[in-house]
């Protein structure tokens, strides 16, 4: 994560926590727009007028600190189902789903592993690889990681979006 995108992470990060979200990625495209990936902390799905209401606010607390030189675009949005892996907590939240994960250097001779997450221990993210063995990857290590989209992870978000509309 370069400087920037901390200093904005940071500018933004207790607006979008005392509106009850939590933030799960900062990052600039190279064609000028900021996104600002969030999600419910209660755990509900998110909708469009959450990404609305959330993208005034921080669109207000951007303008004021004014951390970006020249113009941008600014989008907020939900994580998604095949959703990126960016804090501690998703490695533990989403074991027993397919995720891909890429490396800043070779682990046990290659940087893209792909399998099932077994979870996290002493920031080592554990997974069962296509093969059956498990393989073991530092979480400092991870420069990208993201859930594949399964039949198990839409039925998942089936689930919870079932619930949410009852809980209504």
């Not at 998604?80 to 682990?107: C, M, N």
């Not at 046990?108 to 093969?131: C, I, M, Q, S």
Request: proline share 6%; charged share 30%; aromatic share 2%.
């Amino acid at each position: 994560m370069t400087d920037l995108l901390r200093r904005i992470e940071e500018i933004v990060a207790p607006t979008v926590a005392g509106m009850g979200y939590e933030l799960v990625r900062v990052a600039m495209s190279r064609g000028g727009t900021l996104q600002i990936m969030i999600e419910p902390a209660d755990g509900r799905p998110m909708d469009v007028e959450d990404c609305a209401t959330l993208s005034r606010a921080l669109s207000a607390v951007l303008d004021v600190e004014d951390p970006i030189p020249g113009s941008y675009t600014l989008e907020v949005s939900s994580p998604g189902i095949d959703r990126p892996l960016t804090r501690p907590k998703d490695y533990v939240r989403w074991s027993g789903h397919v995720a891909r994960l890429e490396t800043a250097e070779p682990i046990d001779g290659r940087r893209r592993f792909k399998g099932t997450l077994l979870g996290l221990a002493d920031d080592v993210v554990k997974l069962r690889l296509d093969d059956g063995k498990e393989a073991a990857v530092p979480l400092a290590s991870i420069t990208k990681a993201k859930l594949e989209l399964t039949g198990a992870l839409i039925e998942e978000h089936r689930r919870a979006q079932e619930g949410a509309a009852q809980a209504h």
